[in-house]
């Protein structure tokens, strides 16, 4: 009999990884989908700021993108058009 080799690769989490997960965490905790934009804007400076402290190996770009992320996050979901029956069609 031969013995399998049990190696899985373990996914270790990027930094980026873990400060998006933690973005999204707070998004829902903070109550700032609700918030006005105005407010929004301020919350997502502070968070970046919080952020790029954390994790320190985040670069400029990364947390450039992490705002983006989030903001979109944040938006309301838009509702697509019921698209239209073609008369006739089976």
């Known amino acids: 009999m031969s013995k399998r080799s049990n ?3 373990v996914h270790v989490p990027t930094a980026f990884e873990l400060a998006r997960d933690e973005l999204f965490s707070h998004i829902l905790r903070c109550g700032v989908l609700e918030a006005a934009d ?4 301020e919350w997502f400076d502070d968070t970046m700021a919080y952020l790029g402290e954390r ?6 770009a990364q947390i ?3 705002r983006t992320l989030g903001e979109r996050y944040c938006r309301p979901v838009q509702t697509r058009p019921e ?7 089976v």
């Open 55 to 60: 994790y320190e190996e985040l670069t400029a």
């Open 64 to 66: 450039k993108e992490l």
């Open 83 to 89: 698209p239209v029956e073609t008369a006739g069609a």
């Open 7 to 9: 190696h899985r690769k």
């Open 38 to 41: 105005e407010h929004r804007s």
